[in-house]
């Protein structure tokens, strides 16, 4: 990407505002409402609040053109992290991590369907790198979460034998395997 590049999508980026704690203000997006597949009504775009922390959340629409979840079912789904017990909100990379043997786990802890590793959070507190991003926490179709996984980027390079560069960790399209210049025959 070149640095012109860079700044033009750095700048055409709207600015984050910070939510306040009275009442927001309505966008038209948030004004209508839709009935969800949940048989709930819902807005397209809201905020979800679990564990203390709020996050805005924007509903796709499924193929059907309708919305499978509300944003209260949504806000239901939300785990904590296993490690720092902050939330997981609904499309956030997640970890997977074992315990040591001796380690007790707290009782909001959310064991993955391997029946060892604990579902983690993607914050630099506790995960070691974005390298250990193992998948994505998602809705399913009974109304929970779960662990879409996917390899992470050191599964990745062990399968490989090589090197991997991934410039967004949220995009697996871009990830590359980088080729060992020691490993190349000798003339």
């Given at each position: 990407m070149k640095i012109?590049?860079?700044f033009r999508r750095l700048f055409s980026q709207t600015p984050v505002k910070p939510l306040?704690?009275?009442q927001p203000e309505?966008?038209?997006?948030?004004e209508k409402t839709f009935l969800a597949l949940c048989g709930h009504?819902?807005?397209k775009k809201g905020l979800v609040q679990a564990f203390g922390e709020t996050?805005?959340?924007?509903?796709?629409f499924n193929a059907q053109g309708a919305f499978d979840w509300c944003l209260e079912c949504i806000g239901k789904m939300i785990i904590q992290c296993a490690w720092c017990a902050k939330p997981i909100f609904i499309?956030?990379?997640?970890?997977?991590?074992?315990p040591a043997a001796t380690k007790i786990m707290p009782p909001?802890?959310?064991?993955?369907e391997d029946g060892k590793s604990y579902?983690?959070?993607g914050r630099t507190t506790c995960a070691d790198t974005g390298a250990d991003y193992s998948g994505t926490w998602l809705p399913n179709e009974r109304g929970k979460g779960y662990v879409k996984r996917y390899k992470s980027l050191i599964e990745i390079a062990m399968d490989a034998g090589k090197g991997v560069c991934a410039p967004d960790l949220t995009d697996r399209a871009t990830i590359h395997l980088i080729d060992d210049p020691t490993d190349q025959p000798s003339k």
């Open positions: 012109i590049d860079w306040s704690k009275t309505k966008t038209p997006e948030q009504t819902t807005f996050s805005v959340c924007t509903m796709p499309g956030d990379p997640v970890t997977l991590y074992t909001h802890a959310q064991l993955f579902v983690g959070c």
